[in-house]
């Protein structure tokens, strides 16, 4: 492509919209990625079957909706102590609104340690280690690369996205949705039978497993998804979570999800003092 | 299947049993815990920050912990003040327009215009990324690094040309407003600062393009003089720049939902599958 120094992409744009992805023409139809959605998707086709349709552009199969519905169950944790879902609880208590309060939860999981925001992390190491495994590596020699990669910080305690886990080692998600994969037919291939190699190997080296992102992304990774894909389909991935936890917070008693006295923060910062004279 | 199968055991990671505070003392009241008798920011009883600061004084002091030297105050009310007034285009203040006619809660009318913000392109993750690209070659030879960047990324997109996190083309141009900006920045920031890097930086690449200042690198080089670290920088941005944000979009919650354009359906192209 040659050096494009015009303005031309923004005048051409201004006051318009060329879209691929549908729109409603008032009295004709809605139309999602050239399907009618009255027509062709309400009653026919499933709410995940039109999420990944909307994302991607491309209807999945029924059983790969199946596959979508079941791996967003597995992050539909009511455990209001996890981050995301506390942060529902906290507006719940505070009678937010239910939309800000699963929005907040949402966004919270935005984030390098767990949720969405590691996803985009994990696809993109598994599809660097198939790569380098069909360049000779072993799963050991990928491990090693990996952690003295740019990628992550070098040092003895993994931090490979999909292949560690906060507060627990293990990921109970893998093995549910492993029986998931199998009971709708799903042929396993390439980048999960090496996540699992990776997996095997970081257990007898580094005390860690693959975690339930690594599975998923290898997953899909090999199901032809794209990293964006993947991140863009999962961007919510937390909600039902959050939605429990706000609405018990929220139907108690104003106030008294875990309320704090002034004694419950520990100060570690300066000593009172005076106001400087010479200020201003 | 069996090999593949894991013990789920708890890290037995030994957590925090109450929330630190560095900033925020709340000595409680004699007969309820919960009220807070007297609070001190960073050591100092709020009640006299309310009689001897302004608010650029007590942010400062809020973040960096101590109050802001005659320089400091005055890059940081400089900053404040060009952040405030950004202009009904940005991606923020749109985001809070539409929430404003589309009668969204006006409750979230600012927390959308911030998220509006928060893009790699123009938003506060630019100038995230902008604050760590200088931080990181600061004490480097600006020159070579500007080489080497422009090595890595050649023009050959559509689009605006970014050869750095925060620098590039501006439209293909380059704002002369921004410019103005910046040199009133680089009046006040020290002469071999961060902001005088990027300066340096930009020097060696081709004008002729219109490759040099965005908005990020502006806001990077004057928080990092001001000694904010990125993972500050960008909620500093946020923060900074959302008083317009949010009066740009709470201007249009009390207007019709015509107040705004709705495109026509010749307009809006359908492309054909």
Sequence with gaps: MKSNQSKSIWQK???????????????EAIYNCGFSMMDDLVGKKSFFQTLVLNVTGKLPSEKMAHWFE????????????????????????SQGSPVAGVAAGILSADSRMYGPGSISGGAEF???????????????DIIQKELASKYTKPGNKPVIVGYARPIATGDERVEAMEKVSKSLGFIEKEHLTLAFEIHKTLAEHYQENMNYVGYVTAFLVDEGFSVNEIHRIYSTWVHSGVHACFAE???????????????????????????????? | MNSRKVNIESRNEQFSTKIKSRITLEIPSDDNEFLAQQTYTHGYNVLDLMDHCDPIDNLFLIFKGELPNAIEKKIL???????????????????????GVGRTDVNHILPIAIMGMSGNYGGSKEVEN????????????????????????????????????????????QSPFLLDVKDKFMQACPDNGYL??????????PAEKN????????????????????RVGAGLFQLLASPTAFAHGVSFADKPITEIPFLKDEDYEIKPI
């Design chain 2, 211 to 230: 490759c040099g200042w965005r908005l990020a690198s502006i806001v990077a080089g004057v928080l990092l003089d001001l000694g904010i670290p990125a």
């Design chain 1, 70 to 93: 079941a791996s967003f169950i597995c992050l539909s944790w009511p455990d209001s102590r996890i981050w995301c879902n506390q942060n529902g609880a906290l507006l719940g208590t």
């Design chain 2, 77 to 99: 009310t400089k900053l404040s003040i060009f952040l405030m007034n950004q202009g009904p285009r940005t991606i923020a203040a749109r985001t809070g327009a539409n929430a």
């Design chain 2, 196 to 205: 005088a890097w990027c300066q340096k930086f930009i020097n060696a690449l």
């Design chain 1, 126 to 140: 598994i599809i660097r280690a198939l790569a380098w495994s069909k360049q000779g590596l072993t799963p050991l």
């Design chain 1, 13 to 27: 744009n201004r006051g318009k919209i060329s879209t691929n992805k549908g729109g409603w023409r008032i009295g």
């Design chain 2, 130 to 173: 902008a604050m760590r690209f200088v931080h990181r070659n600061v004490d480097k030879d600006a020159a070579n690094v500007a080489k080497q960047c422009l090595a890595d990324k050649p023009d050959d997109v559509e689009g605006d040309w970014i050869i750095a996190p925060g620098f590039g083309t501006d439209f293909r141009g």
């Design chain 1, 249 to 280: 917070a929220n139907d108690n008693i104003a106030g008294t999800f875990l309320p704090l006295a002034c004694d419950d923060i520990e100060y570690v910062g300066k000593a009172p003092r005076k106001f400087p004279k010479n200020a201003q």
